[in-house]
């Protein structure tokens, strides 16, 4: 079955004693798009990533990577793959240049390519200034940035990004969401661990929900809210009352009632007119919102818990 | 006064940096208890009894000692060093730079002097429980002659106080850990070989004796002899006190200075 | 697993791992440097004193310097030192602490690279540290007989068993305070292991006990070679420490890889 796929997994299983982090998933991904694993902490994210990089062995599944088995070849699919690990793993004892020449030298590429390289990804990463310095005193930002410079030292085809914005500011992030874009402009295939449903929106062509080693759904971001969700959310937060006595008052105006510790989300289609409604029957919030649906209203429907608590 | 702290009061700060300090050291205390307690036998074992009776074999007495109580004060002046040394340099540029908790300290009522104090006492203390152990495992080998040992473990103190003092008052100026090694390497080791620690100052030929005499060590090893044996002339007594106390004054003064300059300017 | 990373010992694969290690210590070089100096240090000091109140001993019916016994013996200890430092410091850093290590597992090298580019590594600077130990040993006249050149691949033997067994160990640390133990476990190796005197100094059960310690094994065979004494034990005692290697290694790869790629 030769095909387009970069990557497929069918049942995949990561038991670790006796505990499985992941139970039994499949999925596909296609050259040249943007796949993404949306789940919260725990999910199984970062040990599904490490069974697709070709570093820890699945307990039980089939795995092909370009083709390939991961169990025999895995030198192989690892010179072709970017990874970007959700901790930082750089050298700190070496200088921002030489981490990305020398892990460059892992892939047998000659010093003279990778100096090249290294010069264009050091202005990929906007890094170029701190070229000499120890990576100890570097900022988070420019680590991850660094880390992710350094994915690319061997012109990957399939990049790897295991929650590649957690812990930077909104500038970092954005930033960072930038380069990804013009990676994939050049054709990178990529896949993102993400537990911010805006980043997965932002990013992914398509993306599997996971929650608790499973996969909840999958689907393109914006199929999955049309399936899964309404057009639009109201929020409303009631000083302090009890958010739990709305629910009867609230649930015939809306598709679906949603009460959350410090607010109620109710699913409709016209927002602004379910708020008119309320008006006219007395209930008046201390603030009401209005906004579209989201991926975290997805997960918020198919597991009934948020994504980040 | 349990929880709040008046500004004002230097001792209670210091008292509390000192607790800090002790506090942190509970986490780790089991290996190094072990290694104060073993070391000193390890080493009277092997040098004193094993290489002792190759000594009192050929040469016999050693400045009218056996060889064992010959070395067992200088051992015990060595690791004093040890342990200033040991305590000063990394940990206290790890609590600097790495770990960072002395920012975190300084950033309660705690000015940076009392991060010194209470580091160099404490310091001081573990020191004190080091000579202690010691004392009792000198005895034990039955190298004390004099009442003058009970002295030993307050020698013990201030030999790691000249040592610790400056040291720490250096890892509050460096941005990393590259020269320490070199200190270790070429400060420490040679110090600890040519102090006169296991054999005497004779038996170093005319011309170097002067020099081993400025060695810091050799003061706290001379000291320490003094002490267990009871006999030293008072002149020479005087003069290695007088050189490790103004090793331990000039540390302490510069140390103040250069630990409030990192973390607070 | 060792059959496993026999195949490898052609990779050129983990050779990258000796590459990085080289480009780590040419900003360290005078650490590197240094590290020449402190088994001088010791041989001078010894030199100067001991050697005097400790006169001539007896070995194997040779009277020698009390020097030139213990010379062999603390070029087994800077094996020894060097490997724990290697070994076991610098590889505990980086895998427990910096994770360099699971980055290089991203790229193709796998496992046993990472444990045989370490071991790579700890051979080069020990050929070179013993190189130089020999040679202090010859110039304060310390070298029993010119057959102490044999001490040379003797020494980097007795690095390479001591370094695989490092990497064994460093796995089982888990922070900087089991360093205490390292410390426990390394002194008295020192102190005990017939380097400062001889064997035949210990009750005969003690000694039985003594002579499984790897260092003395070590000192023993040095100690032999630098005086051209040869008997058949020596076959023995490079058995024992090559045993040593093969397990350590063995251990090691098996531990790196349940904690990198669990
Ligand atoms: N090496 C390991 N040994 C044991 N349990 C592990 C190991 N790695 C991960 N886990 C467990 O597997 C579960 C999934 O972890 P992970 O894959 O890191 O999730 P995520 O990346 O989605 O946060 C967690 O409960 C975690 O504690
Ligand atoms: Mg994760």
Redesign the pocket.
């Known amino acids: 079955m030769a095909s387009d796929y970069v990557l497929e997994a069918h049942d995949l299983v990561k038991r670790?004693?006796e505990?499985s982090?992941?139970k039994g998933v499949s999925f596909s991904i296609e050259r040249g798009e943007s796949f993404g694993f949306l789940?919260?902490?725990?999910?199984?994210?970062?040990?599904?990533m490490r069974m697709i990089s070709a570093v820890s062995q699945p307990s039980s599944g089939t795995l092909s990577i370009f083709s390939l088995d991961p169990r025999t070849q895995g030198p192989e699919i690892r010179g072709r793959l970017g990874v970007v690990p959700?901790e930082d793993t750089l050298e700190l004892e070496l200088s921002v240049r030489h981490n990305l020449e020398m892990f460059g030298r892992y892939f047998d590429l000659p010093r003279k390519v990778l100096r090249e390289r290294a010069t264009e990804l050091l202005e990929f990463a906007q890094l170029s200034e701190r070229a000499n310095d120890k990576v100890e005193n570097l900022s988070g930002g420019m680590k991850r940035r660094l880390t992710i410079a350094r994915a690319l030292i061997n012109r990957p085809e399939l990049l790897i990004l295991?929650e590649p914005t957690t812990g930077l500011d909104p500038q970092a992030r954005h930033l960072l969401w930038e380069r990804l874009y013009r990676l994939k402009r050049e054709g990178v295939t990529q896949i993102i661990?993400t537990h911010y449903m805006d980043e997965a929106e932002q990013l992914c062509d398509r993306l599997v929900v996971?929650d608790h080693?499973t996969i909840v759904a999958h689907g393109a971001p914006r199929e999955l809210i049309v399936q899964h969700s309404t057009r639009e959310v109201v929020e409303l937060r009631f000083g302090t009352d009890s958010h739990e006595d709305r629910h009867l008052q609230l649930a015939p105006y809306a598709q679906r009632v949603e009460v959350l510790p410090d607010r109620v989300l109710l699913y409709v289609n016209e927002g602004d007119d379910t708020l008119r409604q309320l008006h006219a029957i007395g209930v008046v919030p201390t603030s009401a919102l209005v906004r579209r649906s989201s991926l975290e209203d997805v997960f918020l429907r198919l597991t009934g818990r948020t994504l980040v608590d | 006064m349990t929880d709040t702290l008046d500004p004002r009061l230097g001792w209670s700060r210091w008292r509390r940096s000192w607790w800090y300090h002790a506090a942190t050291y509970a986490h780790t205390w089991r290996g190094s208890v072990a290694s104060t307690i073993f070391f000193p036998i390890f080493y009277l074992a092997a040098l004193g009894v094993g290489v002792g009776h190759l000594v009192t074999q050929h040469t016999g007495l050693v400045q009218g000692q056996t060889y064992l109580h010959f070395i067992a004060p200088s051992l015990l002046a060595t690791t004093a060093m040890q342990l200033g040394e040991g305590e000063s340099l990394w940990p206290v540029l790890a609590a600097i730079k790495w770990i960072r908790n002395y920012h975190a300290a300084a950033a309660t009522p705690l000015e940076p002097e009392d991060i010194y104090l209470g580091k160099l006492t404490w310091v001081a203390t573990r020191s004190l429980g080091t000579g202690v152990v010691y004392t009792i495992v000198i005895a034990c080998f039955g190298a004390l002659q004099s009442w003058w040992s009970l002295t030993l473990p307050l020698i013990a103190v201030l030999i790691t106080l000249a040592f610790s003092a400056p040291l720490i008052a250096y890892a509050a100026t460096v941005q990393s850990d590259g020269s320490f090694m070199t200190i270790y390497r070429f400060a420490f080791v040679p110090m600890f070989l040519f102090s006169a620690t296991f054999y005497p100052l004779t038996a170093y030929p005319g011309y170097l004796r002067p020099v081993v005499q400025l060695v810091p060590l050799y003061h706290g090893v001379a000291l320490a002899r003094a002490a267990a044996f009871g006999r030293g002339a008072w002149g020479a007594v005087l003069c290695h006190l007088a050189f490790l106390i103004a090793m331990a004054v000039v540390g302490v003064i510069v140390g103040r200075r250069t630990l409030r300059r990192r973390l607070v300017d | 697993m060792l059959l496993r990373a026999l195949p490898r010992f052609g990779s050129r694969r983990s050779l990258h791992v000796f590459e990085r290690n080289f480009m780590v210590y040419r900003s360290q070089w005078i650490m590197l440097v240094s590290g020449f100096f402190e088994p001088l240090f010791y041989l001078l000091s010894i030199g100067i004193g001991l050697n005097h109140l400790v006169g001539p001993l007896p070995v194997n019916g040779r009277l020698v310097s009390y020097a030139a016994f213990v010379a062999p013996g603390m070029l087994a200890t800077s094996a020894m030192n060097g490997a724990v430092i290697d070994s076991i410091f610098n590889t505990f850093f980086r895998l427990k602490i910096s994770h360099a290590y699971e980055a290089v597992l991203s790229t193709p090298l796998d496992v046993a690279d990472v444990a045989l580019g370490e071991v790579w590594w700890a051979l080069t600077r020990a050929t070179a540290y013993a190189a130089s130990f020999i040679i202090c040993m010859v110039l304060l006249g310390d070298a029993g007989s010119s057959w102490v050149v044999l001490c040379w691949p003797a020494a980097i033997l007795t690095s390479l068993t001591f370094s695989c067994l490092g990497l064994a160990a460093c796995t089982y640390l888990r922070s900087w305070q089991d360093f205490d133990t390292v410390a426990l476990v390394q002194l008295p190796l020192f102190l005990f292991s017939a380097t400062f005197f001889p064997i035949s100094l210990y009750p005969h059960w003690l000694g039985a006990l003594v002579a499984f310690s790897p260092l003395y094994q070590s000192a023993a065979l040095l100690r032999g070679l630098s005086l051209g004494q040869f008997e058949w034990i020596m076959l023995m005692r490079v058995a024992y420490l090559v045993a040593l290697a093969i397990a350590g290694i063995t251990l090691a790869a098996r531990r790196f890889q349940r904690i990198l790629a669990?």
């Open positions: 670790f004693g505990f982090a992941v789940g919260p902490n725990g999910a199984g994210k970062t040990s599904t959700q295991d661990t996971m080693g | 669990p």
